[in-house]
């Protein structure tokens, strides 16, 4: 009987133990969760996104409304919405643009987009030495005037942190995840999202082809950017992407939940 005793309270403990640890990887795993998520938003929440409006008529009453799937879809317009994701604005041919009284060059905003699934199948590996003079280049080539070129070089964040930049054009992906929509309608809408992660060495990659776009009369051009992480990248068909929650995990962590999807 009492060997019996002895034997269930050692289960006991065991069992004590058991739930204890179980709890702590829980706690930790949890924490460590939404640290890192922190970490991702304080540093991936700085792209931006800019919208450049070109009437053919000055004075001209103009709507612009944005759709998208991010939680961050209004932070920090600029200016300041008329409502629920809109501007409405007066438009100047020149590019001009009257919002409240106050005169701007562009329409602006936050962008979150470090859960979508960006595809660097192609694009350009470059030296932090020449990355914003292939930017420049890349935006001329596209289409984009000398003003517009020089306002998002102005605005990117600094891009030496590592010697070189991975850089790909994303408009497609950017565009399906955020609609814009302007009222009247324009005649040519072109939006250009690029997208970069820093890397230690220099990769191969297979070049990404711009075409120049087209641009007449009411012309509306979007200009944006983002900073992610390779890991956060797709490479190949077969590749797996992680969006959030499995974003905070480390690498191991997703290595076992693979295991454990198998």
Known sequence: ??????????????????????????????????????????????GKSYIYLYPEEDNTPIS???SDDTVYASEDPYPTFSHESTWNVKGDHDGFIECNGEYYNKLGRKVEGFDWKWDFRKGYCVSKEETYSFI????????????????????????????YNVISFQSDIYQDHVKLKTEPESDTVNRIFMVWYPSKKKIN????????????DFDVLELGYTETEKWMCVFSKEDRFYPRPFLSFHPEIRKIMDNIRK
């Open 205 to 216: 990659i297979e070049p990404q082809k711009l075409a120049t776009l087209k641009r007449k």
């Open 64 to 66: 612009v409304s944005l």
């Open 1 to 46: 009987y009492n060997t019996r005793r002895k034997l269930l309270k050692k289960r006991i403990v065991v069992s004590v133990i058991e739930i204890l640890l179980a709890c702590l990887v829980i706690v930790a795993m949890l924490f460590g969760t939404f640290y890192v998520s922190r970490k991702i938003d304080q540093r991936f929440f700085t």
């Open 136 to 163: 420049y280049k890349s935006l001329k080539q596209l289409g984009v005037n000398d003003f517009e070129a020089r306002e998002f070089l102005h605005d990117l964040p600094w891009m030496d942190r590592s010697p």
